[in-house]
């Protein structure tokens, strides 16, 4: 696949957003008092290094295969439920991980608004679908986060 200059800048972009996606998953697993909500950040950074490579690979002019797809539909599968999710920190460390929640909460949307315009200006159909599965992908970055924020009386 041959990239315009502005399908390029759009993927420069990208690859920068996930890069700082990755690094803050790193920060909040570290910090969070949580155990549970660790595994959940870094589960999420897992994800969005390879979302990384990815916008990598398609800087390179290569179209990755989709199995994404399946990835994010079998994710689905296995949500946990309200109760799993439930945290037993204490006051003060429950507020200090709402605080980190809100901040990658915030991260995932306007992520998920960087690949939706990406999405209308790339020509290749296969690349599109690439978007598109990472933008519905980050977007269930947003319920999972959304999901551990409701469960502990976190989300209003
Ligand atoms: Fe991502
Ligand atoms: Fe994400």
């Known amino acids: 696949m041959t990239l315009t200059k502005k399908e390029q800048s759009l993927l420069k972009d990208l690859q ?8 803050k998953y790193h920060k909040a697993a570290e910090c969070a008092c949580d155990p549970k909500l660790q595994q959940i950040f870094t589960k999420l950074e897992q994800a969005e290094r390879n979302h990384y490579d ?18 994010a539909q079998n994710q689905k599968g ?6 799993d999710l439930k945290s037993k920190v204490s006051r003060a460390e429950k507020k200090s991980d709402a605080y980190l929640l809100a901040d990658v909460l915030a991260t995932e949307k306007f992520v998920s608004g960087v690949y939706n315009t990406a999405v209308f200006e790339f020509n290749d ?9 990472i933008q519905q992908q980050e977007q269930q ?13 976190m989300y209003c």
């Open 16 to 23: 920068n957003e996930e890069k700082v996606c990755a690094e």
């Open 78 to 83: 296995k949500q946990p439920a309200a109760q």
């Open 141 to 153: 970055h947003g319920k999972e986060i959304a999901d551990y924020m409701s469960a502990n009386g």
């Open 54 to 71: 990815t916008v990598t690979q398609m800087l390179s002019g290569t179209v990755p295969q989709m199995q994404t797809q399946g990835k």
């Open 125 to 133: 159909p296969q690349a599109r679908d690439v978007l598109a599965a």
